[in-house]
T-cell receptor, first 116, second 114 residues
Framework: AQTVTQSQPEMSVQEAETVTLSCTYD???????LFWYKQPPSRQMILVIR??????QNATENRFSVNFQKAAKSFSLKISDSQLGDTAMYFC?????????????FGKGTKLSVKP | SAVISQKPSRDICQRGTSLTIQCQVD?????MFWYRQQPGQSLTLIAT?????????ESGFVIDKFPISRPNLTFSTLTVSNMSPEDSSIYLC???????????FGPGTRLLVL
C-alpha cells in the first residue's frame, strides 16, 4: 500500500522569505504522480504543482518549486518570496499512474502561516 | 482546469436524517470523485462516481450509507444517509479532465450532525 508522510504539522515563515515543506512517500511502483495541494481557510483545495515520476526535471510554477528525489522517495515544496495569501494547509498527495480509479493518497498536511 | 460548484456549502442536520450534496461542473469531465475530510484530518476517497453505472466504493464505504448518482458528465450527487455525529465532515467532489491523475476540487460542503 502507498503512504504519504508529512512530518511538519505546522510551520511559519516571514513574508518575502523562503520556506520548504517536506513530504516523503512509500511505494513499490515506479510510475506515479505527486502533487501539492493548498487548502486556505476557505477550504477550497487548490492544485499547486504536479510532478510525474518519470520526469527527472523538478516541476516549477511561479514561486512554487519542488525537489523530487525519486530514490529517496522525497518530494519537498519550496515557496519563494512568501506572501500572506500563502497561509494555508498544504497537502502532499500521490496517485499511481495508469489506473482507472482516482484514489489520491494524501498526507496529513502542514499548516503554514506567513507572518507580516 | 474546471469551475466546480457544490450545494449546499454547509448544513447542520439532525441525526437519523439524510442529506444530498450536489456537485456541478461547467464542462464535461471524464471522472468525478467524492472525498471526505474529517475534522483536522486529511482527505479520504469515498468513491468514484461512474456515469451511467454504479459508483465504485473504497474500502470502508458502502452504497447504503453513501449512495451516489451521476446522471451525466457534468453532475453528481452524494447522499449521506442515516447520519450520526461521526459523519460531521467536509465532503468534497473532485473532477479529472482526462485521466484520474490530476484532480480539481470543488469548494466542499461542511456538514455538522447534531
Amino acid at each position: 500500500a502507498q503512504t504519504v508522510t508529512q512530518s511538519q504539522p505546522e510551520m511559519s515563515v516571514q513574508e518575502a522569505e523562503t520556506v520548504t515543506l517536506s513530504c516523503t512517500y512509500d511505494t513499490s511502483e515506479s510510475n506515479y504522480y505527486l502533487f501539492w495541494y493548498k487548502q486556505p481557510p476557505s477550504r477550497q483545495m487548490i492544485l499547486v504543482i504536479r510532478q510525474e515520476a518519470y520526469k527527472q526535471q523538478n516541476a516549477t510554477e511561479n514561486r512554487f518549486s519542488v525537489n523530487f528525489q525519486k530514490a529517496a522517495k522525497s518530494f519537498s515544496l519550496k515557496i519563494s518570496d512568501s506572501q500572506l495569501g500563502d497561509t494555508a494547509m498544504y497537502f502532499c498527495a500521490f496517485i499511481l499512474a495508469g489506473g482507472s480509479q482516482g484514489n489520491l493518497i494524501f498526507g496529513k498536511g502542514t499548516k503554514l502561516s506567513v507572518k507580516p | 482546469s474546471a469551475v466546480i460548484s457544490q450545494k449546499p456549502s454547509r448544513d447542520i442536520c439532525q441525526r437519523g436524517t439524510s442529506l444530498t450534496i450536489q456537485c456541478q461542473v461547467d464542462s464535461q469531465v471524464t471522472m468525478m470523485f467524492w472525498y471526505r475530510q474529517q475534522p483536522g484530518q486529511s482527505l479520504t476517497l469515498i468513491a468514484t462516481a461512474n456515469q451511467g453505472s454504479e459508483a465504485t466504493y473504497e474500502s470502508g464505504f458502502v452504497i447504503d450509507k453513501f449512495p451516489i448518482s451521476r446522471p451525466n458528465l457534468t453532475f453528481s450527487t452524494l447522499t449521506v444517509s442515516n447520519m450520526s455525529p461521526e459523519d460531521s465532515s467536509i465532503y468534497l467532489c473532485s473532477v479529472a479532465l482526462t485521466g484520474p491523475e490530476t484532480q480539481y476540487f470543488g469548494p466542499g460542503t461542511r456538514l455538522l450532525v447534531l
